[in-house]
């Protein structure tokens, strides 16, 4: 019997992405040669069993075989934090490791699960390097867009048009042993952040004129000229049929995703996604050229600092730019003023957990409106839409200045909790949760950040209220079966060392600075699944740039203090007590020191 090659082909996924891979399988396999016996090995973080039956039922035993491989510890053993951005997850990096992680196997094909074959992938596998580290199709959007251009050129200092694209991307494994990839990797992002194509940005950077130019019918992508008869259609950027309607190539995608049995499901959850959040997806390229040019215009900016430019004027608070008259004190509109009002009368009062605007109507959560641990698939899918829409839609708050972050204080104290944490937080804004869940994306350890909210908020019309709904939200409720849905999840989502942020104030009060006595809330969950808090305090400053109401836009820096363990020597009701005095007493030393003022509260009997 003859021994038939082995075709070996690696893609990365999490379970938000499982129906997009199971399509290309599916074009795979309808292109498949018997000559071949086809290896896929699927990499990933920890996949559901769900996941894994919907990619095994491929498997068979003449030419499909698959394997998958958690990469979790190599992950977690890395010395440095893995940077992602906008809609890349940290899957992304997972090629870098393929070297290191199968030393036996001397060549691979690596796919993004993004992509349709209309053509045997072995015809691509079996292209001769000729002595390269790595063959790969020249970025179609770089070529058509100045502005990616523009940042190649100036940011990474490649030729345009010979810059990659590495979602498919054949690699001499063996070469890139002898190359050490993953060493000049980590030594590479030790020293500096590519903030716009990121790791595909550090496989250019390090594999630069060492790259086999392929034939651009293997990586063809919805934009620009049609190709006609593409071997491989890879719907990149915001361009896949799952996101919008009249994509170029479409009709091959919904061809593989109707024989993997999914195209229904994806087109029901398209369907459904809200106007505003297309209307978003449609300026998406518009956000990725931006950023091109803020990235380019960073690196005009260093060379000239380099070659003796002056440097800029300082920085001028805004306190001293009122004292010099350079700006107007703002006044506030009517109903902002009756707002502050209201928070002086309750402070006046002692009524702290009372919120000063009141939740829109909304109906009562019954049984079964809740998927709390997101086990539905649809649920997993809406889930990953509204996190990657939101944080595209708040980083262009950032950027257009309506959201100012200064800094973060303590991030070593975040970086340090291995496991489940509850994170309390001071509540004087809707948008008072973006610095912290930036930070927990960036540097914390933990799998996913959950937000317990209000039964209002979670059944709010609009985009808000989509993201509310979907955005890891816990929300509370009056139903009492449903509140044991909610109090069972929160235990679940702790075991499984995730991350729960509580505002235990319990109550929002419009940028009001000082911190209000906390509810014990926050401390029973710790207290009885055993998890630290983490007590974060978001401190503010006025900025010279005011918003609708009149008021100045605030700028936040975020107080991350020392986790607060349970003590096992004291009681669940002991340690819940201790807990909440030790975070009222940091959140206390932190808004003196910051302010330079003592924490008082006017009160009817000393005004």
């Not at 590519?194 to 790259?211: I, T």
């Not at 293997?218 to 919008?244: Q, R, T």
């Not at 001293?320 to 703002?330: A, C, E, L, S, T």
Request: proline share 4%; net charge positive.
């Amino acid at each position: 019997m003859v021994r038939k090659k082995v075709v070996h082909l690696f893609f990365t996924v999490d379970d938000n992405y499982i129906p997009f891979l199971s399509t290309t399988i599916a074009s795979i396999v309808a292109h498949a040669s018997s000559e071949y016996k086809y290896r896929l090995t699927i990499l990933h973080d920890g996949l559901s069993m769900e996941s894994k039956r919907m990619i095994r039922k491929y498997q068979d035993n003449e030419k499909i075989f698959i394997s998958f491989f958690n990469v979790n510890i190599k992950v977690n053993s890395l010395s440095v934090k893995l940077d992602v951005r906008d809609y890349y997850t940290i899957t992304t990096y997972y090629r870098l490791f393929i070297p290191s992680l199968f030393p036996t196997l001397s060549k691979c094909l690596y796919l993004d699960s993004d992509i349709v074959l209309n053509e045997d992938v072995a015809k691509l596998y079996f292209t001769d390097l000729e002595d390269n580290l790595v063959g790969a199709i020249p970025d179609a959007s770089v070529q058509l867009f100045s502005e990616f251009s523009n940042y190649v050129e100036k940011v990474l200092e490649i030729d345009h048009a010979k810059y990659f694209n590495a979602g498919i991307l054949l690699m001499d494994l063996k070469k890139l042993r002898q190359f050490n990839l993953e060493r000049r990797f980590i030594n590479l992002i030790n020293r500096v952040t590519f903030k716009v194509a990121q790791d595909q940005d550090v496989l250019n950077y390090l594999c630069k004129d060492q790259v086999k130019y392929i034939d651009k019918r293997w990586n063809v992508m919805p934009l620009g000229e049609k190709i006609n008869d593409p071997f491989l259609v890879h719907y990149n950027l915001m361009f896949k049929p799952w996101n919008l309607t009249n994509i170029m190539y479409e009709e091959l995608f919904f061809k593989y995703a109707e024989e993997a049995g999914v195209k229904e499901q994806i087109i029901k959850n398209r369907d459904a996604i809200p106007a505003e959040v297309v209307a978003n997806i449609l300026k998406g390229v518009d956000g990725v050229k931006a950023f091109c040019n803020q990235e380019a215009e960073k690196a005009e900016e260093y060379h000239e600092k380099m070659t003796g430019t002056p440097k800029k004027e300082r920085f001028e608070t805004i306190e001293m730019k009122v004292r010099q008259g350079k700006v107007n004190v703002p006044k506030l509109t009517k109903e902002r003023q009756e707002i502050v009002d209201k928070i002086a009368e309750l402070e006046r009062e002692g009524k702290f957990d009372i919120d000063v605007e009141n939740d829109p109507p909304f109906r009562r959560l019954m049984p079964g409106d809740v998927d709390y641990l997101r086990r539905k698939w649809s649920s997993k899918f809406k889930t990953w839409w509204a996190n990657y829409y939101s944080y595209l839609y708040f980083k262009h708050l950032i950027k257009k200045g309506h959201i100012v972050i200064d800094g973060y204080e303590g991030i070593e104290n975040l970086k340090a909790v291995k496991g489940g944490a509850i994170i309390t937080a001071n509540h004087f804004s809707p948008f008072d949760s973006i610095p912290i869940h930036l930070a927990v994306k960036k540097h914390a350890r933990c799998k996913k950040l959950f937000k317990i909210i209000r039964e209002g908020n979670y059944t709010m019309p609009g985009l808000y209220g989509y993201f509310l709904r979907n955005c890891n939200t816990l929300p509370l409720a009056m139903n009492p079966t449903v509140m044991r849905d909610f109090l069972k999840s929160v235990d679940t989502i702790l075991k499984k060392g995730n991350f729960i942020l509580i505002y235990p104030e319990q109550s929002m009060w419009w940028n009001y600075r000082k911190p209000k006595p906390l509810k014990p809330g926050a401390f029973i969950f710790a207290a009885k699944n055993n998890v630290p808090v983490i007590p974060t305090f978001i401190t503010m400053r006025d900025t010279e740039k005011t918003e609708e109401s009149g008021a100045y836009v605030q700028a936040y820096t975020m107080h991350i203090m020392e986790p607060i363990y349970p003590d096992d020597s004291l009681s669940q009701q002991e340690n819940v007590a201790h807990m909440l005095r030790e975070n009222e007493k940091r959140w206390k030393e932190v808004y003196e020191k910051t302010y330079g003022e003592p924490l008082t509260y006017l009160t009817k009997e000393e005004e």
